[in-house]
Structures are given as C-alpha cells and as structure tokens.
C-alpha cells in the first residue's frame, strides 16, 4: 500500500490566533483549500466547541474522495487522523502554528496518505506536494486577505 507524504512551512501575516481560528472552522474549507467540494462537522466538542469529526468530499487529479476525519486540537495546531474513506486507507496531517511576531504565524502543514492508487512514485509525489501547497496558498490568501494582520 503506497504511502505518501509532504510537509511545508510558510509565514502568514496574522496573529496566531486568528490563523488557529481559521484552521478550526472546517466548514469554511471549501471556500479556501480548491481541492475541497463539501465539508461538514459531524461531531462537536461539547466543553470546548471545537469538531470533533468531520467528513469531506475532495477532488484531486486521481479523482473524487470522500473521507472523514477525527481532529485533536492542541494550543499551537491542530491534528487529525482519518476514520474512513473511500480511495484513501488512512490520513494523518497536522498544522503545527508557531508565533513570529505578534502579527506574523510560522505554519508547518504535514500530510500523509495511504492508499492504493496504481500510481507511480513520481506522479503520487506531485499530487501530494501540490495538495499542500495549494492548502496553505488558500490559508494565507484566507487570513491575510480578510486582514488577519492586525
């Protein structure tokens, strides 16, 4: 089962917070992440508010997936692992968010997928590599555009 991975860092000019805020709302994610259709939070911390799971149709040069994914929130990020899909056997990603300055975030974004796509090694890396690189583009257009930067 072939298993991918890719793994980022880019400086968004806004508050920790604000980027922290923006990552939790999963129900925005089609809005900023092109390769997400649907998002919907299935479950909801009662204590906290903060989702708990969440399932998600996505597109990507290999085709359409649907997934769902359980999130652990930590005071710098947010991680998860997937619960079930369709063409993916497993998930795991994370945001790791590291504060610069009071007004510019260090974003590490990490993402591994399992899966058995017939693909060769080459293509499978530039898929995984472009879906990072598009989700954080869309993170810091997000943030920024909407000024994030106080």
């Known amino acids: 089962m072939p298993t991918d991975s890719a793994t980022r860092t880019v400086?968004?000019?806004?508050?920790?917070?604000?980027?922290?805020?923006?990552?939790?709302?999963?129900?925005?994610?089609?809005?900023?992440?092109p390769e997400i259709r649907q998002a919907e939070v299935l479950?909801?911390?009662?204590?906290?508010?903060?989702?708990?799971?969440?399932?998600?149709?996505?597109?990507a040069p290999v085709?359409?997936?649907s997934y769902t994914l359980r999130y652990r929130h930590h005071d710098d990020g947010m991680s998860w692992s997937m619960v079930q899909g369709?063409?993916?056997?497993?998930?795991?990603?994370?945001?790791?968010?590291?504060?610069?300055t009071p007004d510019t975030t260090s974003v590490t974004?990490?993402?591994?997928?399992?899966h058995n796509l017939p693909l060769p090694g080459f293509i499978r890396s530039r898929v995984i590599k472009g879906l990072v690189d598009s989700t954080l583009t869309g993170l810091q257009q997000r943030?920024?555009?909407?000024?994030?930067?106080?």
């Open 63 to 65: 085709g359409t997936d």
């Open 86 to 100: 369709r063409l993916q056997t497993g998930q795991e990603g994370r945001y790791q968010l590291d504060e610069i």
């Open 11 to 33: 400086r968004v000019h806004a508050p920790r917070a604000t980027v922290l805020a923006t990552i939790r709302d999963l129900n925005s994610q089609p809005e900023w992440i």
């Open 109 to 114: 974004y990490q993402l591994t997928i399992r």
């Open 43 to 59: 479950e909801v911390d009662e204590r906290t508010g903060l989702p708990v799971t969440a399932r998600f149709t996505a597109s």
């Open 143 to 150: 943030v920024e555009l909407s000024g994030g930067a106080r």
